[in-house]
């Protein structure tokens, strides 16, 4: 940032002073806006790295080359054999997909476009019509906090609508 030297600033005119207090505002304006610039670039490359340490390598198994020369298993009694998902595990799957979805919208910075709104509209419509009555505790809890959620989307993005 440029430096303020006062008695500099004493010996010129009141106009010459004005001047150069307003190039000074000026050059520290753009020094701040630069240095925003680069913590936003500094968090998402933290993130990034984050992101990426996160992330498991798989494992390399060896390679069975009598496997290679075995029968294989038809695919129709392979699924035949795989363990089916209760329906209840399908909805918890999905509501706990779209909850993921909402809070990331509810945490964006930014105001939500129509079709995001309209997402959580039809969201928010799904859960109201929800029944308690046939889900866990857990399913239930999550019927909960998606309803509140998009309650608190609506709220604060009701303004906020742009064109898509």
Do not use: C
């Amino acid at each position: 940032m440029a430096k303020l030297d006062k008695e500099e600033l004493e010996k010129l005119t009141p106009l010459e002073r004005l001047k150069r207090l307003k190039d000074l505002q000026k050059e520290n304006e753009k020094e701040i806006k630069e240095a925003e610039k680069l913590i936003t670039e500094t968090k998402t490359r933290i993130e990034n790295d984050n992101l990426a340490e996160s992330v498991k390598v798989p494992e390399l198994k060896p390679v069975d080359i009598e496997s290679l020369f075995r029968d294989e298993s038809s695919l129709e009694n392979t699924v035949q054999g795989a363990p089916e998902q209760s329906e209840e595990e399908s909805q918890l799957y999905l509501l706990a997909q779209a909850y993921e979805e909402a809070r990331e919208m509810y945490q964006s910075e930014g105001p939500l476009n129509e079709e995001q709104l309209e997402w959580i509209d039809r969201l928010g419509e799904k859960v109201e019509k929800a029944s308690y009555e046939t889900f866990t505790k857990e399913l239930a809890d999550l019927v909960v906090a998606t309803k509140s959620l998009v309650h608190k989307i609506r709220k604060y993005h009701q303004h906020d609508i742009i064109p898509t």
